[in-house]
């Protein structure tokens, strides 16, 4: 899917200390989809037998790929934000720099459009595996329940 960019034009108008914030939000959100990807990983292996019993495991294991690459973009996603938010530091420090205010605000919006792009698309994939997992756990108690 294409990673569409926004135009946010409240970005121009931010504060250091709005963008400081925004990163860190930015931050927030990316630590607490670490956890959440763990959970998966762990939620996978505890639920392979009914996985593999309801006939999905070609499907769960694309999204176990899936889930594999959001770790990997989630992992560059957050050196960016780190970096960013070390910029702004140092960006602070040199207040006599105009030139790369407006440089560290068209990162940001490019960051700010990345983690939107990236936070949409996990959504997608985490509804997806609850949706398959779930599927898998109803055709397991199906079974059960005709034993």
Known sequence: MENKAHNYRYVE???????????L????????IKDEQRFFEDM?????????????FSRIKELI???ELSRKELKIMDNRVNEHITRLRRLLEDVDEPKEGRIYRQEHKSILND????SRQYKRLKKEIFR????????????RLLA
């Open 13 to 23: 108008w931010k504060t250091p200390d709005e963008m400081h914030f925004s990163s």
């Open 25 to 32: 939000q930015w931050k927030s959100e990316l630590n607490f």
């Open 44 to 56: 996978l292996k505890e639920y392979t037998m009914p996985i593999i019993e309801s006939q999905l």
């Open 65 to 67: 790929e899936q889930l």
């Open 115 to 118: 983690v939107i792009h990236y």
């Open 132 to 143: 398959c997992v779930s599927d898998a756990l109803k055709q397991q108690k199906q079974k």
